[in-house]
């Protein structure tokens, strides 16, 4: 009957929500004591030049290896901790780390490297961010021009003004900033210009698109030419195949990253490269 249907349906709803309910709070209270049980680890992923072939940073992506749930991805879990705050310890621990992993690497053969370390939202307008940067600074001793600040376009562009003096602050403690994602947000070109920034990154979308879609290509070029005039470096995400590369550098894009020379890794398997010194260049 019309009426047991309806009370099945929402009894099937209400289960089905109950699940998402469980399951959601049961994720972020594991989220909640990993940080304390050591479950998150940094890999990094080089940056490298297109021109030279060397590798001139590492981006730091934070994984996340649950003993409950196996490997969780940084897209399932940063969103969850944005939402509960968790990201603010989290992301000081991140800084942290990576600084500590920087200044290991900072040794007589290896090459000098930028370590590009990714910052939320939340985070980022955190009233203490500044202060708590300038900290980790001072107490691991990490060399601020070596320091690259990952923004969003998006976060970078929301309350444009708030943004603006935040960089500005954050400049000032001698940092590199960047701008991820570059291109999926909705950037004005006046207000771009006026920001602290030393670097673009065009998002992989645009990148994937290369050979496949024209529109894409366009884009791509864009932003490379934008970054130019504008003095700031440009480094291409995401970048899988040959075909991109040589497309990338034709077109002069200062560097790239991606599963074409190196997934991310753990320091180990930096390492490797580092001990080439740098011999392992791309063709
Ligand atoms: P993102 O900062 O834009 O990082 C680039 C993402 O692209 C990384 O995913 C990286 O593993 C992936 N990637 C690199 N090369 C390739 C490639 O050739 N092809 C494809 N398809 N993907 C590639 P990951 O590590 O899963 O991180 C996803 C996002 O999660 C990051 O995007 C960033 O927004 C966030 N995230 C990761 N680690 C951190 C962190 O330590 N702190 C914060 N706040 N966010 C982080
Ligand atoms: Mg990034
Ligand atoms: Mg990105
Ligand atoms: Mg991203």
Not at 192 to 214: A, C, M, N, Y
Request: aromatic share 8%; with cysteine.
């Amino acid at each position: 009957h019309a009426k047991e249907l309806g009370r099945n349906n929402y009894q099937f709803f209400t289960e089905a929500l109950n699940m998402k309910v469980q399951e959601r709070l049961a994720l972020e209270n594991s989220l909640r004591k990993a940080l304390e049980r050591e479950e998150f680890m940094l890999y990094y992923q080089p940056q490298v030049d297109l021109k030279t072939g060397e590798i001139k940073g590492v981006e730091a992506l934070i994984r996340w290896n649950s003993p409950e749930r196996g490997l969780i991805s940084p897209g399932v879990f940063i969103p969850i901790a944005e939402e509960t705050g968790l990201i603010v310890p989290m992301g000081e621990w991140i800084l942290r780390s990576a600084c500590i992993q920087s200044l290991k690497w900072r040794q007589p053969g290896y090459p000098g490297l930028r370590m590009s370390v990714n910052i939320s939202a939340r985070q980022f307008r955190e009233p203490q961010f500044i202060e708590k940067v300038a900290e980790v600074i001072k107490e691991t001793g990490m060399d601020p021009q070596w320091l690259e600040i990952e923004i969003t376009e998006s976060i970078a562009m929301e309350y444009a003004e708030d943004s603006m003096e935040q960089l500005r602050r954050l400049k000032q403690l001698g940092v590199r900033i960047a701008i991820d994602d570059f291109g999926t947000g909705y950037s004005s070109m006046n207000y771009l210009r006026k920001l602290p920034i030393d670097t673009l990154k065009v998002d992989q979308s645009f990148v994937q698109d290369i050979g496949i879609d024209e529109n894409g290509e366009a884009i791509v070029v864009t932003i490379i030419h934008l970054a130019q005039s504008l003095n700031l470096k440009v480094i291409a995400e995401g970048v899988e195949t040959e075909n991109q590369q040589i497309f990338l550098r034709t077109n002069r894009c200062h560097e790239m990253q991606g599963y074409l020379f190196c997934k991310p890794v753990p320091p180990v398997e930096v390492e490797k490269y580092l001990h080439m010194g740098n011999s392992s260049k791309v063709k």
